[in-house]
């Protein structure tokens, strides 16, 4: 079975604090992978993609270790627009577009 | 950004009945487009794969009878649960992959269709 990992949370944090996320996953043939943010009862929506080492935006920074196949998630400067669910995904690898996503890490921003 | 519109977005119906769910990619083409159900406090769960053309490739403990998808354009994939029942009560959300992202695999999700069953 293929699987996605992540930390259980919850993460609650002040504004202004720093977070780390991480995820494992179990494929590895899996090529490309991302961070997707869902609010209560809505859809995910596309955070940051990771397809080699790691990337940055803003506050937000992915990392991504093959070796030890974990990608971690890092939010600087938290927000109280940061409360949300955040979704590790993989995709299958072997040409496949088909994701797999992690349960989820509920992350709420404090004041 | 690429927008892909489902709808109904909330739907109640008794059970026995069908309910058809659109999936709309509104400004990209996606000959590939993925339907997953996410129950309370689970993560999505990928139900099947709609190609356009050609038929769904269904996960492994999806009935395909029940869950009837068609992709008949590289816009528009529909799902239809036939015969409804409580348990099938969820929050099913449509993906696209937009083709001119080549290898890659950027997807974009619809709002989601929370159906309950009665």
């Known amino acids: 079975r293929k699987e996605v990992e992540q930390d259980p949370g919850p993460f609650n944090v002040p504004e202004g604090a720093t977070v780390a996320f991480n995820c494992t996953y179990s494929n590895s043939a899996s090529q490309s992978f991302f961070w997707y943010r869902q609010d209560c009862r809505k859809e995910p929506k596309l955070l940051m993609s990771?397809?080699?080492s790691g990337n940055e935006d803003g506050r937000f920074t992915a990392q991504l270790n093959r070796a030890s196949q974990y990608i971690s998630l890092l939010i600087r400067d938290s927000k109280l627009s940061d409360s949300a669910t955040y979704l590790c995904?993989?995709?299958?690898?072997?040409?496949?577009?088909?994701?797999?996503f992690g349960k989820g890490t509920k992350l709420s921003v404090i004041p | 950004g690429a927008v892909v519109s489902q709808h109904p977005s909330w739907v109640i119906c008794k059970s026995g009945t069908s309910v058809k769910i659109e999936c709309r990619s509104l400004?990209?083409?996606?000959?590939?487009m993925f339907w997953y159900r996410q129950f309370p406090k689970q993560s999505l769960m990928l139900m099947a794969t709609?190609?356009?053309?050609?038929?769904?490739?269904?996960e492994q403990g999806v009935e395909k009878d029940k869950f009837l998808i068609n992709h008949a354009s590289l816009t528009l994939s529909t799902l239809t649960v036939t015969s409804a029942h409580p348990e099938d009560s969820s929050f099913y959300i449509c993906s696209a992959r937009d083709l001119s992202a080549g290898l890659k695999n950027i997807q974009y999700f619809g709002a989601g269709t929370r159906l309950s069953v009665l």
């Open positions: 709609s190609n356009e053309g050609s038929k769904a490739t269904y």
């Open positions: 400004d990209f083409q996606a000959t590939t």
């Open positions: 995904v993989g995709d299958s690898g072997a040409g496949s577009y088909q994701l797999t």
């Open positions: 990771v397809y080699s």
